[in-house]
């Protein structure tokens, strides 16, 4: 009689990953109170049954689901430059990439910061302590990339209009004006942070 295969020992991490993946891309499209956990889990192209070996309730899939895609997003902002690149250069990076229109229709990892903020301020308590991690998570890796620092209140706003960009953006119609918006906020930007755009530097 034939055994059956044993699952690879990375099985458990891989399909929590899917679960978390497919968590973040039914919330960002149609919130928290939308999706049941056996929409999610069909999403995923698992049993609701798989769940429940992972997380103990769709808030805490919610948290989690928001704190991956932070970090996911973080690794790939990393990777767009070698790790020896000025400081400068990997901040102007970053901010030409988040202010996009690639970014702003992303549809597998989009920002959780920008996608969910809505969703998440009538949410429970841990939903929103992750999301105010994640949002000071945001403002640390700005300050970890500049070479002349600039003052808290001045990072803080330039968190919140980077995402609140992307979040309007997200909701308009008309792809001149969503062009037009993320530009300009790429030259305020760049005026607060005392970094030159692509486009200036063209």
Do not use: W
């Not at 973080?74 to 901040?91: F, Y």
């Not at 037009?180 to 486009?199: F, K, N």
Request: hydrophobic share 45%.
């Amino acid at each position: 009689m034939l055994r059956p295969m044993p699952y690879p020992k990375d099985h458990k991490a891989r399909t929590r990953q899917r679960i978390l993946e497919s968590a973040l891309a039914c919330f960002t499209r149609h919130g928290f109170a939308a999706v049941s956990i056996d929409q999610l889990m069909a999403h995923a192209g698992l049993t609701r049954g798989a769940f429940y070996a992972h997380f103990r309730s769709k808030s805490e899939v919610y948290a989690e689901a928001i704190a991956n895609a932070r970090h996911l997003h973080r690794e790939r902002i990393a990777a767009m430059l070698p790790v020896d690149a000025p400081a400068r250069a990997r901040l102007r990076q970053f901010v030409e990439q988040y202010l996009s229109r690639e970014h702003v229709n992303e549809p597998n990892r989009p920002c959780p910061l920008a996608c969910l903020v809505t969703d998440v301020a009538s949410g429970d308590a841990h939903v929103r302590a992750t999301y105010t991690r994640i949002f000071e998570g945001m403002n640390r890796l700005l300050r970890e990339m500049q070479e002349t620092e600039s003052d808290e209140d001045t990072l803080l706003a330039v968190s919140a209009m980077m995402i609140g960009t992307v979040a309007v953006c997200r909701a308009l119609d008309d792809p001149a004006l969503v062009e037009r918006l993320l530009a300009s906020s790429r030259r305020q930007v760049a005026e607060l942070l005392a970094i030159e755009t692509a486009t200036e530097m063209a």
